[in-house]
């Protein structure tokens, strides 16, 4: 039975994970795991989510996301969910839809695990040429993470992100070949 295929218990209280057997590898830690993001993993998500962005996804979003087959991973140590990533296949592109780290585990290369990850499957598993993406302009952080990750600025869309009171900002779209 793979891990995908793993009944879960729901949440008793947020960022708190059942108990599962991993089927996948851990990556650079023994005890860190990373695992499918299923719907009873939602809530745990959303504590990140919700810190992580000013407008951040609602469980809808995720769950109608899930539904639609999208892949999604989270990274976990000691039962806590350290951060996740949710991807779209389209033809041969994989375009990575949310990705946030918990704001308590910043600066401990979680997100390049997460990146690596994504990059792995999308290249094995889903054989994809490209990895896409937008970042709102004033994430200088995560720019600098997908640059140093092999991630390329292509193009911007103006006005994408809502701010507040109406106003909107630049969206950054990247992308980064997976093969040489």
Not at 33 to 58: C, F, G, K, M, R
Not at 70 to 92: E, S
Not at 157 to 177: D, F
């Amino acid at each position: 039975m793979s891990a995908s295929r793993l009944p879960l218990q729901p949440l008793d209280t947020p960022c708190v994970i059942p108990q599962v057997v991993a089927r996948e590898p851990a990556l650079s830690s023994d005890a860190r795991q990373l695992l499918p993001l299923t719907e009873a993993l939602i809530d745990s998500v959303l504590s990140i989510e919700n810190l992580a962005y000013t407008h951040p996804w609602t469980h809808g979003n995720f769950a109608d996301a899930l539904r639609s087959g999208y892949y999604g991973r989270v990274l976990l140590q000691d039962q806590q969910v350290l951060g996740y990533f949710l991807a779209m296949q389209i033809l041969d592109e994989i375009h990575l839809l949310n990705m946030a780290v918990s704001p308590m585990h910043h600066g401990q290369g979680l997100a390049r695990e997460l990146l690596d990850a994504l990059g792995d499957w999308s290249r094995h598993t889903a054989q994809a040429q490209w990895l896409w993406l937008e970042v709102r302009e004033s994430n200088h952080r995560a720019r600098r993470i997908y640059e140093r990750h092999g991630f390329t600025q292509v193009g911007a869309r103006k006005k994408y992100y809502p701010v507040h009171q109406g106003e909107r900002e630049t969206a950054i779209l990247m992308s980064m070949p997976l093969w040489p």
